[in-house]
């Protein structure tokens, strides 16, 4: 039968390049922000963390930015590798419920 | 250290059958998950544990869906009986405790796919 193609946001990079990928929120009693990488038929795997205290931290090759005065997140990969292909998924908690609640994902399609 | 468990990776039903899906968490985590994921979506809570208590399960369907963490270690979701729009990854996930911080990150597994037809 005909397949319906779903359209996630993508960013399609050149191997060695740098990525940037982004995210808007839209609780702005969110003080915990999460991003996590899932690879095709794999869970979500953890990549870094940011309070809302802070607007910038980095780890190994991933830089992640935060924005509060315009609910907006990104996460930078340096030098962008292929195994780096994968669904980028912000996500968020805080507030009353404290819930963490992801974003809509983001495809990083990377080219050698 | 060994991650959080799920079996089975893959199951195929018929609709109105039930299916049940299995989490070891990772040790020591008293917070345990259970996500729903649709495809191309982000993963969406159903139901959280504090030990052996649910203490949060707004999202869980419950004249079909139940869960139960007797132990509070591992822990069984169910389905019955399943319908064609429960076709999703439901992925288990575990933290040391509740609460966003680093320190409680919450970790998730391969997840168990299920195809409802």
């Known amino acids: 039968g005909e397949s319906v193609g779903l359209h996630l946001p993508t960013l399609s990079v050149q191997e060695g390049d740098n990525s940037i990928i982004n995210c808007a929120y839209s609780n702005s009693a969110s003080d915990y922000f999460i991003w996590y990488k899932q690879e095709s038929g794999k869970g979500p795997q953890f990549i870094i963390d940011?309070?809302?205290?802070?607007d910038k931290r980095q780890g190994q090759r991933v830089t992640v930015l935060l924005n509060k005065t315009v609910k907006h997140l990104s996460l930078q990969i340096a030098a962008t590798q292929p195994g780096d292909s994968a669904v980028y998924f912000c996500a968020e908690s805080g507030g009353a419920t404290n819930k963490l609640i992801f974003g809509t994902g983001t495809l990083l399609a990377v080219q050698p | 250290e060994a991650g959080v468990v799920q079996s089975p990776r893959y199951k195929i039903i018929e609709k109105k059958q039930p299916v049940a899906f299995w989490c070891n968490p990772i040790?020591?985590?008293?917070?345990l998950y259970w996500y729903r994921q649709n495809l191309g979506q982000g993963p969406e809570l159903l139901i959280r544990?504090?030990?052996?208590?649910?203490?949060?399960d707004s999202q869980l369907p419950k004249d079909r869906f139940s869960a139960e963490r007797l132990k509070g270690v591992d822990s069984t979701l169910k389905i019955q009986p399943a319908e064609l729009g429960d076709s999703a990854v439901y992925l288990c996930?575990?933290?040391?405790?509740?609460?966003?911080?680093?320190?409680?990150?919450?970790?998730f597994g391969e997840g168990s796919w299920l195809t409802v037809v």
């Open positions: 544990y504090e030990n052996e208590e649910a203490v949060d």
């Open positions: 996930a575990s933290s040391l405790a509740w609460g966003a911080s680093s320190g409680n990150t919450i970790y």
């Open positions: 940011i309070r809302s205290n802070m």
């Open positions: 040790s020591g985590h008293n917070t």
